[in-house]
């Protein structure tokens, strides 16, 4: 029996032997490559250049266009130039037209007129009265140019409100002048003194309403005219020869 064990000690003390040598073998090779690895040169490897950085761009001016008209703490860097313009001034009320109180076609048609600070007399297309100025007319409208505008205007509109228009002429004693129409003539019979009227212009003055005297009268160098016309009796006085 003690043979046994000491033959099983004697085994067992020749296993332990043999894996220490074992052991120690595989740590002396550990050894030997940890230090042949570490003691390796490593051979150098080439590193490449880095490529060059792209050229800088020159700077442009209208780059920092956004910027000058964009910039929130200055409103002087508005580019829109905005111009003020001043109100136009209110354009003054017209004035009253002229009164109509008749016109005369023989040669060059005359129409008068009348206005509050002269009184009656007779006008050409073209002239001024007041601050109008007279741009045409025949027997139905006249009409003014004030301001660069043109009002034109019937002549039954113009005629003074406390009268009627006396009716257009279209035929008159050879002088081209202003006429008056007699409103009436008296009997023939009925004695009259004939009486100067109004001063037309030109030299002729208008007939006093109910002068009856005959056509020819002479009366302080003016000799009166009596003439036919297809709207009535047209009557004046003019200086005589």
Known sequence: MNRRIILLNLALLALGGALIWLLRTHWNDARSRETKVLTQRVPAKSVLAPPPPPPVKPIAPSEYFDVAQKMLFSKDRNPTVVIEVPPAKPEPPMPALPKYHGQMAIGEPIVFLSIASQSQRGYHAG???????????????????????????????????????PAPQAAAPAAAKPVTALASQPAPDKKIDPALGDDMGGGFRTCVPGDGSPAGTVLAGYKKVLAQTMFGQTCHWEPAQ
């Open 127 to 165: 002239e001024d009265i007041g601050d109008f100025r007279i741009a045409n007319f025949d027997r139905d409208k006249i009409a003014f140019e004030w301001r660069g505008k043109t009002v034109e205007r019937n002549v039954s509109d113009l005629a003074p409100k406390d009268e009627a228009p």
